[in-house]
């Protein structure tokens, strides 16, 4: 057993659009969800959250608050068969410039879609919650 961390944003646009993005799963399934990665060596998770979500949407983004708005916690099995504590915090942020074209390679697409679609959307219960709870704060 293991454990592992990220940090992720929940990121909305001047109308309230909610980014997500659509990667592949370890089965090499698409599927949606918010944008997080793991922090580098010495950086903050705040800055992992910001560096994170712009790499992977493509849009510029600040950071509300100094701390993670929501969190999510779940177990899985990673490829080498080892189960996996993992955590995910998640920092609200707004939309401030950037183009969904120039997300990075490991995102398939990016969208930004109404509070409600973008919950439809989501293809994990977890990151549901997490979304649900940071739109009612």
């Known amino acids: 057993m ?3 961390f990220s940090v992720g944003g929940i990121a909305t646009d001047s109308e309230g659009r909610v980014a997500l993005i659509r990667t592949k ?3 090499g399934q698409l599927v949606w969800g918010l944008p997080k990665g793991h922090p580098e060596p010495g ?3 705040i800055d992992t959250a910001r560096r994170e979500v712009e790499e992977e949407t493509g849009l510029e983004v600040e950071v509300l608050g100094s701390r ?7 177990w899985f099995i990673d490829r080498a068969g080892d189960r ?3 955590r995910v915090d998640f920092y609200r942020m707004r939309c401030v410039g950037g183009d969904p074209g ?18 439809d959307r989501l293809t994990y219960a977890n990151e549901r919650a997490a ?3 940071a739109l009612d704060a």
Do not use: F, I, S, W
Request: proline share 5%; net charge negative.
């Open 2 to 4: 293991r454990n592992d």
């Open 25 to 27: 799963n370890m089965r």
């Open 43 to 45: 950086e903050a998770p």
């Open 68 to 74: 993670a708005c929501t969190t999510v916690d779940y």
């Open 84 to 86: 996996v504590h993992k």
């Open 102 to 119: 120039g997300h990075d390679d490991e995102v398939d697409q990016v969208v930004l879609l109404e509070p409600g679609e973008a919950l």
């Open 131 to 133: 979304l649900a709870e």
